[in-house]
């Protein structure tokens, strides 16, 4: 039987957390892409905390104009400001079982413009 597409995201995402995790020093840059919005958070996974979130429901991103990639891009360039802000240069980018293009290409995209390496 053929998987659902939820069912297939969630396997690609249990294959990638598998080999990706975020430290102290290299953070985890995790990304959940809904219908309309999109979110980013930077998580330490050796403590479990997470640090920085930023997502397109945000107050002082919910009038940003453009299409949905567009909005990707600026939802990235904010979560690397505020990274920056609490210090944090490098991360490691979970894309989270989508495909990197379109939205999540965006995102990080945007991310590197604001500064974060990865």
Do not use: C, W
Not at 92 to 118: C, P, Q, T, W
């Amino acid at each position: 039987m053929a998987l659902t597409k939820s069912e297939r995201r969630n396997r690609i995402r249990k294959r990638i957390r598998k080999v990706i995790s975020g430290t102290t020093s290299s953070p985890r840059l995790s990304v959940f892409r809904s219908n309309a919005e999109i979110y980013a958070q930077i998580i330490d996974d050796l403590t479990g905390n997470t640090i920085v979130t930023a997502s397109s429901r945000d107050k002082d991103l919910a009038d940003a104009k453009g299409n949905k990639s567009e909005v990707s891009k600026i939802v990235g360039k904010a979560v690397a400001a505020k990274a920056k802000a609490k210090g944090i240069e490098t991360v490691v980018f979970d894309r989270g079982g989508y495909l990197y293009h379109g939205r999540v290409k965006s995102l990080a995209e945007g991310a590197r413009e604001g500064g974060l390496k990865f």
